[in-house]
């Protein structure tokens, strides 16, 4: 039967078991001993999944009543989220607001406040899309996925994550418990900008820049974009040019040119890759102007 | 408002009376119903854009309560789903369900079972096999020589039709003589303009309600503009008696057009509601709407010419209508396109050839404006770059070009032709271009730097219904039934549709305002077709024009038979009877003037004649308009095009509009406010492309990847000022004209002509989307 | 599974399928049809209710994972016949066209007000930007909306 027959956004066709463990040692064993299980925590990615028949797990492990998974605490130099936070709760968090600016910025970005309420930061990582702005937030602020699994427990970058489109690292029986972000010193800068075809969109094309600024000149940058290739993408041959360098107008050209021809986008129905390219220069330029605390709203 | 002052009710914003069930979530929508004992519905849709049926396989189904349709149980009528027009303008070419699918989504077989999770099962254990065909997603290639045949015959006025080429129909039009008026032209600019498919993306998707009745009627409640046009289509097909087939008015969660013909779903769950002797509820999910309608996409090649003084003087336009899969009013269509464009500006000699092109994909159905806001941002575009070129202010030109009170206008097409009466064209210009400060606008791509403003504006108008002084080939009338109860209020019946812009309220406000009583006493009855008498359809922005007629002759009519039979209970002569309103007691009074006791309160006279046995006080009518006539409408909009992102932000909106007498001006103004997002969107935004591998639509139907404006994309509320002008329509209720579909058909063209103030650059194609202005830029200025 | 929850302060007990949806446990159910699908994916808002005091899309809510939760719909918002001053705002502002974006934007209105009594208009664009409207253009809405605030007040 065609996809267009199986698919049905008024129910969800599948049929599947449900699962509500207390703790992430029973989730394990739950993820481990159903191969065809899917952790479900807000379900915002996973449910509309379900309903085109893009996925069809036998089981569901809801993760949103293990506590350990929940919650924002602020480790000194570091913020630690749980996993299964809503989106909501990290945007409304005074640690995250006030700490980690940048993911803030990032996580209102990812669609409405309905969204929010029901999505988690791990749902945004987990899902794996090139688009998710909570990803590129932690990819550009270094931060560390916490994994537990039938092995016990790893940590991998955020950076080091994804393996592509839908795809992560995790193994049979793995799941994130959680994300360690590094907070950023006063002397680093940070922006986050996407662009979407409406207010309420996946974005076609982000950016997220982080700058450690010393006077005028970068000691460290990061800079991630999103939408661009088949995951969050750092861009390591920028961040490297960058460092030591005076930040003007003319570096930030050039540095915006870098990051426009060290991208590779493709085309779909959001955006041609063209576009993709040329956007990526002006809102490099935006990013790098803003986080490096040149003029606000440059006329370029 | 010098016309405005006598008026008690009109003018004045009023709760419509349907408020307080939508906002309590009581409000019952044909998806929100459901009857005891009922089956949902869910339908067999063709994965191929274009195919043969060879088998369906329903063995698979082990469901016993599931029922299944498949193209051999349903009658083998050819029908056309839309009724507005007469015989010799109606191409039939729809089956219930088709052994030949023409779109990817058509459909070709349904089931019915116990809840949408068992037919959903049911559905998947149906087996159909296909003979795949050739397809072609392109009018152009469509036309094409060896192209394959998407429908070999139609039938046009009950005769066999053969098609050629794949062109589902054309029409040709032509006055005075065009091409020696080119010869005689200064100025001349031909341009080809490219228009997208839009899609509705009306928030309640197409559902019906049907339930089987004792003695082979149906009783139904669906999404739908026409309560009678859907009882005669149901009749037609299935040959049920009319008497039997009750069609019953739900509200309708957003339409815009796309419920002018009755919908695909309807037919289905009749016979499925016939084969299961229960109730089907068939209701579409947002993926099969998307492929169920959308917009119709055009190609015009545009050419117009002005003497050295900057008069017009002559035209041609050719169009191209790329229809999709079958015809829905293409006929109709390419009459209102040439109407639509002749009667914007005046063109002594003009010229057009239409053609509606069959294609591999969703069906195109009328969409708010009905190619009104196509024709108007070509014209509006190409009237800016004549100007130019001429030399005169763009503005001015338009002020020097337009058809305005005593011209000739057939917007409604060619056989639909009355005279101007009224005109607000002057008012709007000269107001608006001083609120938007138009003569101090930018130079056209004057500016440098990342954001650049621009400011353009754009007019034009819509008929208000299809009405005139002769018959042509458009059906357009109405009716209404208005009765005096016995507490002294009144019930206002009638078949006419709202969509949602008050229409109803409206009308009623007008029965108001005739009998002398405050809208509170006036109440909108639910009905159905067995107690109403026809209405064409909700279209063509013809529920006050038309129906408030309709309801201001019924309403006449009963304050004579009030004034006769006060007469004859008060012994006094009718026409010496005065009326008015007493607040303390809150009813209407009828009296003689001067002499005491000589009166009866509208509550009195109607116990007074249910106790001598004299009857109700009742009328029911129909009413057919002599004329359609324009409301206008312009906008002026500013815009912010940030040439690093390509992303276009609304600054400033103006929004003018000459509906005649304002009836309830909150309401009128969100239709204003409606019309503005809707063709900004068409402009920086929509569009439903096919996927050229699979002929399915790129989006795959997911509102995701249709993307429709936010409270965020939309100007703030002190940027947007929406004024109306002091008009009356002669031939309109109390002096009131439409506003649905003017409120949008003037904003592509606005919106556009901004861009190309900010950039200095005009695109050709709509959406513009952001990849297309940073193309524009990037290969002209690079990184300025 | 059994699942309990509280529905516009009524406790209820429902016996469910895991792949039920919250919106057609209210809808089906409990006739609650205020809370309308409009596209199945959280991309309309039409489906919004309260979930624990916050507004969620009941078209992607399992109906399993509600157990112990307070959902509110907008059935549950007046008393009566007594409108919410939302409600009223709604209809003084003609913020209600064809009406059936109106429930979910209502409950979206009354979670942001419980949020932020005094909301500037980038707040309520913001807030509102999950729910669609085709008819309106939003102008309505938003003054609807900020005349509710000033009747909260």
């Known amino acids: 039967m065609s996809a267009i027959n199986r698919q049905n956004t008024h129910i969800i066709p599948v049929d599947f078991q449900y699962h509500q463990p207390e703790t992430v040692g029973e989730a394990v064993k739950l993820l481990e001993a159903h191969p065809d299980a899917k952790p479900i925590a807000g379900g915002t990615d996973l449910v509309p999944k379900m309903k085109q028949r893009l996925l069809e797990p036998g089981h569901l492990v809801n993760l949103k009543r293990i506590r350990e998974l929940q919650g924002v605490e602020d480790r000194g130099g570091e913020v630690y989220i749980g996993a299964a936070t809503k989106l909501r709760a990290v945007e409304r968090s005074e640690t995250v607001q006030r700490r980690l600016p940048l993911l803030y910025s990032c996580v209102r970005s990812i669609g409405s406040v309905q969204i929010r309420n029901m999505g988690t930061l791990g749902g945004n990582v987990c899902n794996a899309s090139p688009a998710a702005d909570g990803a590129l937030g932690l990819v550009a602020l270094d931060a560390t996925v916490q994994v537990a699994g039938p092995g016990g427990t790893r940590t991998v970058k955020a950076g080091d994550f994804f393996a592509g489109p839908g795809k992560t690292v995790l193994g049979r029986g793995e799941l994130v418990t959680g994300f360690t972000v590094p907070v950023p010193g006063p002397d680093v800068g940070t922006c986050f900008i996407s662009v979407g075809r409406t207010a309420l969109d996946i974005s076609t094309i982000s950016i997220a820049v982080a700058l ?49 021809g060290g991208i590779k986008p493709i085309t779909d129905i959001r955006g041609t890759a063209e576009y993709r390219r040329e956007a990526a220069r002006g809102m490099a330029m935006e990013a790098l102007t803003r986080a490096g605390g040149l003029e606000g709203r440059s006329q370029g | 408002m010098s016309h405005a002052s006598t008026l008690q009710v009109l003018g004045r914003d009023t709760p419509r009376q349907d408020g307080v069930a939508k906002v309590t979530g009581r409000e019952k929508y044909a998806s929100d119903m459901s009857l005891p004992g009922m089956l949902v519905a869910r339908v067999l849709k063709s994965p191929h854009p274009h195919a043969r049926v060879k088998s369906i396989d329903t063995r698979g189904v082990s469901d016993p309560q599931a029922v299944t349709l498949t193209p051999q149980e349903v009658p083998g009528i050819r029908f056309c789903p839309r009724l507005v027009s007469t015989p010799e303008a109606t191409y039939k070419d729809w089956r219930v369900l088709t052994d030949k699918p023409r779109y990817v989504g058509e459909p070709v077989a349904a089931v019915a079972a116990e809840s949408e999770e068992a037919a959903q099962r049911a559905l998947e254990a149906m087996r159909v096999e296909y003979e795949p065909l050739a397809a072609v997603y392109d009018a152009f290639a469509s036309m094409e020589e060896g192209a394959e045949p998407i429908h070999d015959v139609i039938e046009l006025n009950d005769q066999a039709l053969k098609v050629e080429r794949n062109v589902a129909c054309q029409m040709e039009a032509r006055e005075g003589d065009p091409e020696e008026g080119f010869k005689a032209a200064a100025h001349v600019v031909e341009r080809t303009y490219r228009t997208s498919r839009r899609y509705h993306a009306q928030l309640e998707t197409k559902s019906v309600l049907v339930r089987p009745e004792p003695g082979g009627g149906v009783t139904i409640w669906s999404t739908t503009q026409t309560l009678h046009n859907t009882r005669i289509l149901i009749h037609e097909i299935f040959g049920i008696p009319m008497g039997r087939i009750r069609v019953v008015k739900v509200p309708l969660g957003g339409s815009f057009g796309s419920s002018i013909q009755v919908n695909t779903v309807v037919p289905i769950a009749v016979a499925l509601a ?150 607000g064209v002057e008012e709007i210009l000269s107001r608006g271009s001083e609120m938007i400060d138009w003569y101090n606008r930018p130079k056209a791509g004057s500016q440098r730097g990342r954001y650049r403003r621009g400011v353009g504006m754009g007019r034009g108008y819509h008929t208000s219904s299809a009405g005139a002084p002769v018959p042509g080939t458009v059906v357009d009338f109405g009716g209404a039934m208005v009765k005096l109860n016995e507490d002294g209020t009144f019930d206002y019946v009638s078949a006419m549709m709202d969509h949602g812009g008050g229409t109803m309220d409206a009308n009623a406000k007008i029965v108001a305002e005739e009998l002398g009583v405050p809208i509170h006493k006036v109440n909108i009855v639910n009905a159905d077709t067995g107690t109403t008498v026809y209405d064409v359809c909700t279209h063509a922005s013809r529920g006050i024009y038309s129906g408030g007629g309709a309801a201001l002759k019924v309403a006449r009519q009963v304050k004579d038979k009030i004034r006769e039979n006060a007469a004859r209970l008060l012994d006094a002569y009718p026409h010496a009877l005065k009326f ?40 029911v009518d129909s009413y057919r308009q002599p004329s359609c006539p324009p409301h206008f409408t312009g906008y002026f909009v500013e815009v912010e095009v940030d040439t690093w992102t390509g992303r276009v932000r609304p600054l400033r909106v103006v929004a003018g509009a000459d509906i005649g007498t304002v009836i309830n001006p909150k309401l009128a103004a969100g239709q204003v406010h409606g019309g503005f997002a809707q063709g900004w969107s068409m402009v920086v935004n929509e569009d439903l492309p096919h996927d050229p591998a699979t002929g399915d639509l790129l989006n795959r139907g997911f509102l995701a990847d249709y993307k429709v404006p936010t409270t965020r994309d939309m100007p703030n509320l002190d940027d947007f000022t929406v004024f109306f002008t002091d008009t009356y329509e002669p031939t309109g209720p109390f002096g009131a004209k439409g506003i649905g579909e003017g409120a949008l058909n003037p904003v592509a063209g606005a919106v556009a002509n901004a861009v190309q103030n900010a950039l200095g650059v005009r695109f050709y194609d709509l959406p513009i989307t952001k990849d297309m202005i940073l193309a524009a830029v990037g290969g002209k200025e690079g990184q300025a | ?111 942001l007000l419980g949020e932020s009594p005094e909301p500037t208009e980038p707040e309520i664009r913001e807030y509102l ?25």
């Open chain 1, 212 to 260: 450690r600024m010393k006077g005028g000149a970068v000691q460290e940058a990061r800079v991630a974009l999103g939408s661009v290739a088949p995951t969050p993408l750092r861009l390591p041959e920028v961040e490297n040019w960058l460092k030591g360098r005076e930040l003007d107008e003319a570096t930030v050209r050039e540095a915006a040119g870098m990051v426009s």
């Open chain 2, 274 to 423: 016939l084969k299961s002797r229960r109730p089907v509820k068939l209701s579409l999910t947002r993926e099969e709407d998307l492929h169920d309608h959308c917009s119709y996409q055009m190609v015009f090649r545009l050419k117009l010419g002005a003497d050295s003084d900057g008069k017009l003087v002559a035209g041609h336009l050719d169009a191209w209508l790329d229809i999709g899969g079958h015809q829905v009013q293409a006929y109709p269509l390419l009459g209102c396109v040439v109407g639509w464009w002749v009667s914007l500006y005046r063109l002594p000699h003009k010229s057009y050839v239409g053609k509606a092109v069959y294609t591999n994909k969703v069906p195109s159905c009328a969409f708010r404006g009905y190619g009104n806001p196509q024709i108007t941002w070509a014209v509006e575009t190409l009237m800016d770059e004549l100007a130019e070129k001429a030399g005169v202010d763009p503005l001015d030109f338009r002020l020097m070009n337009y058809i305005g009170k005593g011209d000739l206008f057939w917007g409604q097409g060619p056989t639909v032709k009355s005279i101007i009466q009224s005109c």
């Open chain 2, 580 to 619: 008015r309103y007493d607040p303390e007691r809150d009813q209407a009074v009828i009296y003689a003037e001067g002499v005491s006791g000589r009166e009866l309160t509208f509550k009195e006279l109607a116990y007074a004649m249910r106790h001598k046995n004299l009857g109700t006080v009742a009328a």
């Open chain 3, 1 to 111: 599974m059994k699942v309990t929850m509280t529905v516009n302060g009524r406790a209820r007990t429902f016996d469910v399928e895991p792949n039920r949806l919250l919106l057609n446990l209210l809808r089906e159910d409990l006739d609650l049809t205020g809370a309308k699908y409009g596209c199945g994916m959280g991309e309309c808002g039409a489906c919004t209710v309260l979930l624990d005091g916050e507004p969620v899309m009941a078209c992607m809510t399992l109906a399993v994972d509600c157990e112990g939760a307070t959902i509110e719909t907008v059935e549950g918002l007046s008393s009566g016949e007594a409108l919410h001053p939302i409600q009223e705002a709604f209809i003084e502002e003609g913020a209600v066209q064809c009406g059936f974006c109106t429930p979910g934007f209502i409950m979206a209105t009354k979670a």
């Open chain 3, 129 to 153: 930007k999950g729910n669609i409207c085709r008819c309106t253009g939003y102008v309505n809405i938003v003054k609807a909306v900020q005349r509710a605030a000033e009747a909260l007040r």
